[in-house]
């Protein structure tokens, strides 16, 4: 077996196909194609569907994929490591969170000591934070609910209640408080399956004697912030996630003691020794020192 034959897969694979892995790696597709082969020839296994021009990977494919990417993974820790002034001078860390608001501070201090290196952040349910820690998409994810699973270093960043929101015109908006009872019948808009903050406020509708179906559902906060905002229905958020936004009021659930929304930054146990991850890390856990100090 041989570096290239597992680099040229890699690459086809996590690429979408030939041609697009052979731009990544400044190659020719026949070459890329040829390792490939060569490969599949030597251990007498199907690693790609090969139909017309699509290209798909066959289970034995999916297998190796999860190796290779702990393999090439690792090979950038180790650039890392080989590397470590030039890490925090360059590169780029990669973000994927719920929400933004839970580590501004966190990436305030991060940027001000590493101005050099870039910081990307994508959105995402707990579901896809997941997902994307997993294939290393990502090296830091920020999520409502603490993986049951034990690859995970885990870092709290607060606690707070799901709250109702409406737009400032809307017929409850002058309510101090509502019920589950008071949301029977009023339109709801709630965010996709895998929503943390839609989970939660299901599970204590249920255990109160409540069922709701949404009238609409968005993907994503941000979505369910503009609808709610053009006055059409009633929203949900974590109290430390509504902000400040002159469009909408933020209306207190009765139950909101059963909706405690625990937001936490993870990576994984196996990437936390990585120069940027480990420094990004170090700067939370001060944060959140601070943050218990003062509560």
Not at 65 to 79: G, S, V, W
Request: net charge negative; hydrophobic share 40%; with cysteine.
């Amino acid at each position: 077996m041989r570096y290239v034959q597992l680099r040229a897969f890699h690459y086809v694979a996590i690429c979408g196909g030939f041609s697009r892995a052979a731009e990544e790696l400044l190659l020719t597709q026949p070459a890329i194609s040829d390792q490939v082969r060569k490969l599949e020839e030597e251990y007498d296994i199907l690693l790609f569907n090969r139909h017309r021009k699509q290209v798909t990977m066959t289970p034995s494919g999916e297998k190796l994929l999860e190796i290779t990417r702990r393999l090439f993974d690792n090979e950038e820790q180790a650039r890392e490591l080989l590397t470590e002034s030039r890490a925090t001078r360059s590169g780029t860390l990669r973000i994927v969170a719920d929400s933004a608001l839970h580590m501004l501070k966190i990436l305030a201090r991060f940027r001000d000591k590493y101005p050099g290196v870039g910081v990307t952040i994508s959105g995402g349910n707990t579901e896809t934070v997941i997902a994307s820690l997993f294939s290393y998409e990502a090296d830091i994810g920020i999520l409502g609910e603490l993986p049951p699973a034990r690859d995970f270093e885990t870092i709290s960043l607060n606690s707070t209640p799901i709250s109702a929101f409406v737009a400032l015109g809307h017929p409850i908006a002058n309510r101090k408080t509502l019920s589950f009872q008071d949301l029977q019948g009023l339109p709801l808009v709630m965010r996709e399956a895998g929503s943390k903050t839609r989970k939660k406020f299901e599970e204590a509708a249920e255990a109160n004697g409540f069922s709701f179906i949404p009238s609409i559902i968005a993907e994503g906060r941000e979505a369910v912030r503009e609808i709610v905002a053009s006055g059409v229905g009633v929203g949900f958020v974590s109290t430390a996630e509504f902000g400040e936004d002159p469009r909408l009021v933020r209306i207190p659930l009765e139950e909101e003691d059963q909706m405690i929304m625990e937001e936490t930054l993870i990576c994984l146990r196996e990437r936390r020794g990585g120069k940027l991850v480990s420094a990004f890390l170090k700067i939370a856990h001060d944060e959140a020192g601070k943050l218990a100090k003062d509560g």
